[in-house]
């Protein structure tokens, strides 16, 4: 991937993302990103960095295990440069489709061969549905009984049965491929959109690609992913705790863990197809729609402005003065060439680096 067209991203994303924060905070909140970071207490940023590197270091001993489990040595900094990488390329890339193919991409210059390295990347991400759809599951009720009769709750549904959807489907094609092809076919004849069937004939392609994938690594050592499952449920807290407290640090209310872990994870099924790098905009907006039925608007506002420049901005910038500083990093960035063209779905550049 060209770096000019990642500082560009990045430079869109800054924009795209101060402007929805303004808004927020000339309508909502009646102050301005300034005034809120100087009336942020230093201590607060500190602890939500330290919790980043806590959330950053426990995906890495995750991705560690399942290597490892199969055979192939990575130590624990090659396995946080690979989710740091990883997410980096997320943040920096439309809908987050950069990430997965540089995953692999990087996997595989550490002696790991391609199609283990594909069957790790697409298997995690089948993880990560059956995960939400987990939480949302456990957390449905609660959240129903907090946000009821608000704007906030349907943005929440929406994102629900947005993984109830995409996890329906992931067992179809475990359980009955056809079936789920059946179903395909009828939608198509019933819109008679040749771009919707092409973009349904592409989605039960990397629904199929996901499960051959999660077939195989569970073949090999089911209790490699059974374990990997656990520690993503428990290790999901950690960015729901950094949002919880970045706004209770200047907020008069304290609520439930639990709330704010299944509100975040609905909204994040959505909020990550928004087309903008690293869905800047789309965060800022949709959480404070929702969390400002929970908090004060001018908390949520300030906290969530702090967490995204701990969780995006941040990275962001670390990442670029990695391309600038090492000279290794600029090779590896290179190799990850056109991974927004063509297919919005993240599994075409999937086959671009297998």
């Known amino acids: 991937m060209d770096i000019k067209k990642i500082l560009k991203n990045v430079l869109i994303a800054l924009v795209i993302g101060l402007a929805i ?32 590197v806590s959330d950053y270091s426990s995906q890495a001993i995750r991705t560690m ?13 090659q396995s946080l440069e690979n ?43 089948f993880e990560s549905v059956f995960i939400t759809f987990t939480i949302d599951i456990m957390m449905l009720k609660i959240i129903l009984r907090v946000l009821k009769g608000t704007l906030g709750l349907s943005v929440i549904m929406v994102g629900f049965f947005v993984t109830f959807g995409i996890t329906i489907a992931g067992l179809l094609t475990f359980t009955n491929r056809d079936l789920l092809f059946v179903i395909f076919k009828f939608f198509s004849r019933i819109t008679k959109s040749k771009k919707l069937e092409e973009r349904e004939r592409k989605a039960l392609e990397w629904l199929d690609m996901m499960t051959k994938s999660t077939r195989e690594l569970f073949r090999k050592n089911y209790w490699t992913l059974i374990v990997d499952f656990i520690l993503g449920l428990v290790i999901s807290l950690i960015p729901s705790f950094m949002i919880k407290y970045a706004i209770e640090v200047v907020s008069t209310r304290n609520v439930p863990l639990s709330v704010v872990w299944g509100a975040v994870n609905m909204l994040n099924t959505i909020v ?8 800047s905009g789309g965060v800022e907006g949709f959480y404070q729609l929702v969390f400002s039925h929970i908090y004060e608007p001018k908390a949520v506002m300030t906290g969530i402005f702090v967490f995204r420049l701990v969780t995006y901005y941040l990275i962001v910038l670390l990442g670029i003065l990695f391309m600038w500083k ?10 990850v060439d056109g991974i927004e063209h063509g297919n919005e779905q993240a599994q075409s550049t999937v086959d671009d680096n297998k």
């Open 21 to 52: 924060v303004n808004i927020i905070g000339i309508f909502f909140a009646k102050q301005n990103p300034v005034t809120a970071l100087k009336s942020y207490p230093f201590k607060a940023i500190i602890v939500l960095i330290l919790l980043m």
């Open 65 to 77: 295990i399942i290597v490892r489990s199969l055979g192939y040595k990575i130590t624990f900094f």
């Open 83 to 125: 989710f740091f990488l990883t997410v980096f390329f997320s943040l920096v890339t439309p809908m987050s489709i950069g990430g997965q193919p540089f995953q692999i991409y990087h996997l595989t210059k550490l002696g790991i061969p391609s199609h283990e390295a594909t069957n790790i990347s697409l298997t995690r991400m």
């Open 272 to 279: 990550f197809y928004i087309p903008t790098p690293g869905s």
């Open 326 to 335: 090492f000279s290794g990093f600029r090779e590896e960035v290179s190799h």
